[in-house]
């Protein structure tokens, strides 16, 4: 079982900044994908970054340029650093990792963090 924790949340004005950690208490043998994921309330839980094994990264269209995610060289620990914050930022933000394992690496388990508040203001 993998545990995750997030933190770093926050409240800021709008500009802001604010860093986002997620530790994952295992890091699997064959990799995993990490991701952040934030909802409002009323809204659907919706991507917003993740970080496969190779750095690649991916971003949604609302976040580019604004928020950048990374992890540590034992992958152990992703971050999202979020910068020239908005109103509409404003949102729980929850870790994800998508962890490969078995014999193959073919198996597949997700796993959430317990989410930090983000709260931008005007």
């Known amino acids: 079982q993998v545990h995750l924790r997030e933190s770093g949340g926050g409240s800021v004005q709008a500009g802001g900044s604010l860093r986002l950690s997620c530790a994952v208490s295992?890091?699997?043998?064959?990799?995993?994908?990490m991701s952040w994921y934030r909802q409002a309330p009323g809204e659907e839980r919706a991507f917003v970054s993740g970080?496969?094994?190779?750095?690649?990264?991916a971003y949604a269209d609302s976040v580019k340029g604004r928020f950048t995610i990374s992890q540590d060289n034992a992958k152990s620990t992703v971050y999202l650093q979020m910068d020239n914050l908005e109103p509409e930022d404003t949102a729980m933000y929850f870790c994800?990792?998508?962890?490969?394992?078995?014999?193959?690496?073919?198996?597949?388990?997700?796993?959430w963090g317990q989410g930090t508040q983000v709260t931008v203001s005007s």
């Open positions: 994800k990792v998508e962890a490969y394992g078995g014999i193959r690496c073919t198996a597949q388990n997700d796993y």
């Open positions: 295992r890091v699997t043998r064959c990799g995993a994908y």
């Open positions: 970080i496969d094994t190779d750095g690649r990264r």
